[in-house]
Each structure stands twice: as structure tokens, then as C-alpha cells.
């Protein structure tokens, strides 16, 4: 199967319905691994509400991997415009909140071209970085991130009381 059969576009609202099954497929998957972090849920994110958030003021985009019209793959991006706290460097960034893959379509070049669609959007708005967290226990996407150029700059730390 090529990956000329998949496409890769923008997504509006009205798409939300067509990808919640990756949507829930990559929630239940952190949900599963992190459970001391995220519920269950029958609405998991990004639900249809955080979508039309994301796409109301033009800040914010999501793009989708169709296979013969059935989404296989989405991320969602926005942007951060520059603090005015005078300690930080002003700059755009650009924020990756979600992504995800169908299990059955992993390693096919959909998330490096998702991402890619996402750089581009942040790239055309004026962004000069890209940020996103990845889980610890995520190797997987740890490994798509790395082979992409992305590094660590930061690390959240918990502890359990
Ligand atoms: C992480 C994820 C998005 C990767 O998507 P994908 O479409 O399978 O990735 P690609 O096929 O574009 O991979 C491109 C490159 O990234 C790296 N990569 C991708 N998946 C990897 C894995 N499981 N382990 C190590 N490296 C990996 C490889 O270098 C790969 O190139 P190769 O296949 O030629 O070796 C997908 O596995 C997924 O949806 N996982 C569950 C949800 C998730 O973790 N989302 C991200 C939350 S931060």
C-alpha cells in the first residue's frame, strides 16, 4: 500500500465526527499508559469543542490523513504569540498539541507528514520554533520526534505523596 493513497489536508469542524476513532484510538492510548494523569472518558481530546476553539480566531489548525476518505491520522497545532514579560525572548512559536496515527498505519510516513503540514502552516504564520511535550513512556514518538529535529529542553518532573 503506497503512500500515495493517503492525503493529507486541512481540517475543519465538521471533520471532527470522521476522526474520532483515531482521536480515541491515541487518547486511550495515553490514558492507558499514564493512568495516574488521564481519565476515561466517552469524549476524549481534542473533543469537537476544543476543535472549533482551535479554529476560531485563525491562531490554530488541525490537518487529517485521509485514506480513501476515511481519516487515518491528524495533529493539531497552534500558535503562541511572543510574551511581553521582559525576561523572554519574543518570539512566535508554535505549539503541537495531538497527534495521532491508526495503529494499522503507523510507520507508513503519515506522522512525518503531518507534522510537516503543521511545521509549514506555523513556518507561513511567522513561527521560528516549533514546541510539543512527549510522555516519557512514548517511544514511539519520541522516535518520530528525534529523526524530525527535535530536542529536549525541558523536562516536568513529578513525585507521588
Ligand atoms: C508516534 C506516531 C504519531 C508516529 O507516526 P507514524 O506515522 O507511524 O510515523 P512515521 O511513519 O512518519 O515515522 C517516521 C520516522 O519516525 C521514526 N519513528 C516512527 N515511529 C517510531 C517508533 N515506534 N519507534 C522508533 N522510531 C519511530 C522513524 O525514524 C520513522 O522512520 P522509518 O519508519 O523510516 O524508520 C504514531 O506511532 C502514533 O500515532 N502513536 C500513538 C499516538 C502518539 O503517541 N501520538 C503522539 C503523542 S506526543
Do not use: C
Not at 469537537?48 to 497545532?77: C, H, K, P, Y
Request: cysteine-free; hydrophobic content about 40%; overall charge neutral.
Amino acid at each position: 500500500m503506497g503512500d500515495a493513497e493517503i492525503g493529507i489536508r486541512q481540517g475543519t469542524v465538521e471533520d471532527h465526527a470522521q476522526a474520532r476513532g483515531v482521536i480515541a484510538e491515541t487518547f486511550a492510548f495515553h490514558q492507558r499508559e499514564a493512568p495516574a494523569f488521564f481519565r476515561e472518558t466517552d469524549d476524549p481530546p481534542p473533543t469537537r469543542m476544543a476543535i472549533e476553539e482551535l479554529l476560531r480566531d485563525g491562531e490554530g489548525a488541525w490537518f487529517l490523513a485521509e485514506r480513501e476518505g476515511s481519516v487515518v491520522g491528524f495533529v493539531t497545532v497552534r500558535l503562541r504569540q511572543p510574551s511581553r514579560e521582559p525576561s523572554l525572548v519574543p518570539e512566535v512559536r508554535a505549539v503541537v498539541d495531538s497527534l495521532g496515527i491508526l495503529h494499522a498505519w503507523r510507520r507508513h510516513g503519515i506522522g512525518r507528514r503531518l507534522m510537516g503540514a503543521a511545521e509549514a502552516w506555523a513556518r507561513q504564520r511567522g513561527a521560528r520554533r516549533v514546541m510539543l511535550n512527549v510522555w516519557e513512556f512514548n517511544e514511539g514518538a519520541s522516535g518520530l520526534y528525534e529523526t524530525l529535529g527535535y530536542t529536549t529542553f525541558n523536562r516536568n518532573l513529578w513525585k507521588a505523596l
